[in-house]
């Protein structure tokens, strides 16, 4: 279902802060209903991210123990980053497996593409589910080596529960995961 309204109009856009992952911009709307705002967002480097929930084997997901500046914690997540210049969504995938968790995928099915936080960030992110996996490593940009977790996907509420793992991103992509498997019984 789509939405009859207007998009506001775009008057001006400033940057007011760039980094070597996003800039940040002022933009000046104004609303169909003559109401003038200025919003900031981030704008991303355009290429989108990947995110993948790979299965060792029918009953086993691996996950990550990362490091996250954010919260300064350690966090479980899957396997994700962006997408390279030149890459497909697919290639990205395969080639974060590579990097974070020693395999590759010899069948990558897209599950859904979610926007991160759209009220102010234009990026996205493909998610995957990855079957098939082979071994072989690429080196990563990470500073330290990912712990790689193998956790029952029967167990997911389990890892719902834990408080390693919480990124939303995440979660979705465990319960459409979940939601697929109850459908296919």
Not at 142 to 159: H, T
Request: with cysteine.
């Amino acid at each position: 279902m789509s939405s009859l309204k207007k998009l506001p109009e775009i008057h001006a856009r400033r940057q007011v802060a760039k980094s070597r992952l996003f800039s940040i911009e002022e933009v000046d709307l104004t609303f169909s209903n003559g109401e003038k705002r200025v919003y900031e967002r981030m704008q991303g480097a355009g290429r989108g991210s990947v995110m993948v929930v790979p299965f060792i084997d029918d009953a086993t997901i691996i996950l990550v123990r990362e490091y996250c500046a954010g919260s300064h914690c350690y966090e479980l997540g899957f396997p994700k980053g962006l997408i390279d210049p030149g890459e497909t969504p697919e290639e990205a995938a395969n080639r974060e497996l590579k990097e974070e968790i020693g395999y590759g995928a010899e069948s990558l099915t897209p599950i859904i593409d979610v926007a991160l936080a759209p009220a102010f960030f234009s990026g996205h992110m493909s998610i995957f589910k990855a079957k098939y996996l082979y071994e072989e490593q690429l080196p990563g940009d990470e500073p330290e080596p990912l712990e790689v977790v193998k956790w029952p996907i029967a167990d997911y509420k389990l890892l719902l529960a834990s408080s390693e793992f919480n990124e939303a991103r995440s979660i979705a992509a465990l319960m459409l995961i979940v939601d697929s498997i109850r459908e296919q019984k």
